[in-house]
């Protein structure tokens, strides 16, 4: 008897670890952010960052990633680009972004006749600087390419495009900040010559 209620007590416990809700799939390092860096600071009195993006293709493998290719550069133009002016304006835009899939032309190997896929993933972003008519004054853009081998499952597929992507990010960031640097020389503000913040307000508290 004693052996029968213990069995009914840990019945509850066993069916309820049955439903609760698998834990969600970790993604291949921290969030892609940028805000870590040195801002790039422009002489302008704003940024306007574009929410046209490019749409994904039907073999674009990057477009049910979390965030997509584009959303990628678009957080890199957020993070990285600050206003320091008191006239004319900056617009980023993401010009190319995507994951292209495709199948490998030979075998895969001694062991597998899959010849597997290749990733290729390439990411444009471009910076205008623009007077108040919308004149275009100077422009830079930067551009990343990376690609990779991978097998033919979905499970590949996705770890794949997500590493690549992290890794081609890393590149256009380190080119995206070489080419504004090299283009738009005259609109950027020494981080010492940057305005300081303002004060913070500060409360007297009544003496009790």
Do not use: K, W
Not at 197 to 207: F, G, H, I, N, S
């Amino acid at each position: 008897m004693p052996h029968s209620r213990r069995t009914l007590l840990l019945l509850p416990v066993t069916l309820a670890a049955c439903a609760s809700t698998p834990p969600a799939p970790q993604e291949d390092g921290p969030p892609i952010a940028y805000r870590h860096l040195t801002q790039i600071r422009l002489d302008v009195a704003r940024i306007d960052i574009e929410d046209r993006m490019p749409a994904p293709g039907p073999n674009d493998a990057g477009r049910d990633l979390r965030p997509t290719p584009a959303e990628a550069v678009r957080i890199m133009g957020q993070d990285r680009l600050a206003a320091f002016g008191t006239e004319h304006r900056a617009r980023f835009s993401v010009t190319r972004a995507q994951i292209v899939r495709s199948r490998n032309q030979g075998g895969g190997g001694v062991f597998s006749s899959d010849p597997g896929e290749r990733l290729l993933c390439q990411l444009t972003a471009r910076v205008d600087i623009l007077d108040g008519n919308d004149r275009r004054l100077g422009f830079a853009e930067a551009s990343a390419e990376r690609s990779r081998s991978i097998e033919s499952t979905a499970a590949a597929r996705r770890a794949g495009a997500e590493s690549l992507l992290r890794q081609t990010m890393f590149d256009l960031n380190t080119e995206f900040e070489f080419q504004i640097r090299r283009a738009l020389r005259p609109y950027l503000v020494d981080n010492a010559a940057a305005a300081p913040p303002a004060p913070v307000a500060r409360e007297e508290l009544p003496r009790t």
